[in-house]
């Protein structure tokens, strides 16, 4: 009997995924889902990142309620995978406070989100700088062998397998050291507005795709995305709007962005973005339409994720156990 690997990943409970989540984390956990033992959580806890001034508890039931509907929109199952929020499993904060005795506080501001969002929006939060921690624990509790994620979570993937083995290396071996999986295409999605940053929800603009925006909102977005002035359909590093616009075709597609130059030689930007919000307009209008119809129905969600609940404590909490024991907290026997 061969044993399944096991996969544990999350997204942010913001509410609205994105093409950049999809293509980056989604799409893969979706694709291998039947072969793998998937742990999918609803990473509500990460949604308390924000300054106490920027959170309001009312739109946060709902945004997590709806990150769980666009988790089954897009594929996940939940009678295969295991699916459930972060905070109905406490053992994620136990383990956040096992882990903060080997993360040293450097390793913390070293990390290019923090060094990024630090600034932003003024009084960052102590969660913003701790949360690489957090996250730690919610990928070592399950046994994970593999995370898969996109491009700019691999850093935070580092750290966590880092702060495993120092932990493993002075107390014994309490945690299996996981590896990211990075998918090969759409692992960096850019925002099609500013093609040299990175797709993002906090953008807030008409860069960013949504996994519920309309059909028109679709094929504008794509219209209106950023290229150059040079009117040739092409995959190159110094015209960072186009490539984008390639990679992402090659990437709904399944084939490489040679292909897609080669099909366009000749042809101007118009006809390109025309047949790509086509495209985009096929991936994105049955998640859409299957969202709606799920965060119609609360108590069905809800119920769904509870039962998800009871199976992921089951794991979290004998490693959880595994790691205080080793810390010593345990009883003297
Ligand atoms: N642009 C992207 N391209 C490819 N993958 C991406 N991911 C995020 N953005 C891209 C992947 O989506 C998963 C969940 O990410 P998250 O929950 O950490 O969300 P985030 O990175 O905080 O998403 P945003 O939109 O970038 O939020 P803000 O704007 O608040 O920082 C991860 O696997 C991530 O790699």
Not at 113 to 124: I, L, S
Not at 268 to 285: I, P, S, T
């Amino acid at each position: 009997m061969t044993t399944k690997r096991r996969r544990l990943s999350g997204v942010r409970a913001t509410g609205r995924l994105h093409l950049g989540n999809y293509l980056g984390a989604l799409r893969q956990w979706v694709e291998q889902q039947e072969d793998a033992d998937n742990f999918f959580f609803i990473a509500d806890l990460h949604g308390l990142t924000d300054a106490a001034s920027e959170h309001d508890p009312v739109a946060f039931k709902h945004a997590r309620l709806s990150t769980a509907a666009m988790y089954l929109a897009v594929g996940i199952d939940p009678s295969v995978s295991t699916l459930f929020f972060q905070s109905d499993v406490p053992e994620h904060t136990d383990l956040m406070w096992f882990l903060s005795s080997v993360a040293k506080k450097g390793e913390l501001e070293r990390m290019t989100q923090w060094k990024d969002k630090k600034g932003k929006g003024g009084g960052a939060s102590s969660a913003l700088f701790f949360y690489p921690v957090l996250m730690a624990a919610d990928i070592l509790l399950y046994d994970a062998d593999e995370v898969p994620v996109g491009d700019d979570q691999r850093q935070h993937v580092e750290m966590a397998r880092d702060w495993a083995i120092r932990f493993n290396h002075h107390f014994g071996n309490a945690f299996i050291v996981p590896s990211a999986v990075i998918p090969p295409a759409g692992a960096r999605v850019m925002d099609l507005q500013r093609p040299n940053e990175k797709m993002s929800k906090s953008a807030k603009g008409e860069g960013t795709i949504y996994l519920d925006d309309s059909d028109d909102e679709v094929v504008r977005k794509i219209k209106r995305a950023v290229t150059d002035s040079a009117g040739v359909v092409a995959s190159d590093p110094e015209r960072p709007g186009i490539s984008n616009l390639v990679e992402l075709y090659a990437t709904i597609e399944n084939s490489t962005t040679e292909e897609v130059t080669n099909k366009y030689e000749g042809q101007g930007y118009g006809v390109f973005k025309q047949d790509l919000a086509d495209r985009m307009v096929e991936l994105v209008r049955p998640i859409r339409d299957r969202v709606e119809g799920l965060r119609d129905d609360p108590h069905e969600l809800h119920r769904q994720l509870s039962l998800g609940a009871d199976r992921a404590q089951s794991v979290a909490h004998a490693t959880a156990a595994r790691a205080a024991e080793a810390l010593g907290l345990g009883p003297i026997v």
